[in-house]
């Protein structure tokens, strides 16, 4: 971000880039969670991926740093919507005694993108271009759709545990 924030003539901006994110994705988890609670969980999860993949979009080619300020909150409120889906899809497709260890699971897949994620945004900024720290997500994000999506079928008509 500090390499995208100078290009962009951005500075002042920089800590805006990540507030935005933290503050809309709020937001999602609140849409994710009423649309979940009246109509399962499928829709807010298709929807988040489609949200955060533009997003992603936005950031690769913002030509200005109040463009990439935007598709950070974009990018938030789709994260934000696809954490709540998912929660929402552990507690309808796993039975009460496997949950606990699907949602560890869950949180120490958190753990090893916050270790190597800096390190190789780092270096896709200073040998190939900061813009590919948020477009080389799109093909990871597309194969976890398609990967994710055949299985979603019947959750929605599940009842809320």
Do not use: C
């Amino acid at each position: 971000m500090p390499v995208a924030a100078r290009e962009l003539d951005g500075l002042r901006a920089y800590g805006l880039a990540f507030s935005v994110f933290l503050t809309t994705s709020l937001l999602g988890m609140v849409v994710a969670g009423e649309v979940s609670d009246r109509s399962g969980p499928v829709r807010p999860f298709i929807a988040a991926a489609g949200v955060f993949a533009v997003g992603l979009l936005l950031a690769g080619v913002a030509p200005t740093m109040a463009l990439l300020v935007v598709a950070r909150a974009v990018q938030g409120f789709g994260a934000g919507l696809n954490i709540v889906a998912l929660y929402v899809v552990v507690g309808r497709a796993f039975p009460t005694e496997l949950r606990p260890r699907v949602f560890s699971a869950i949180s120490s897949g958190w753990i090893l993108p916050s270790l190597i994620g800096p390190p190789v945004a780092g270096l896709l900024a200073d040998h190939v271009s900061w813009r590919w720290v948020f477009l080389g997500v799109l093909p990871l994000l597309l194969g976890a759709v398609l990967l994710v999506r055949p299985h979603l079928g019947g959750l929605d008509r599940s009842a809320s545990d």
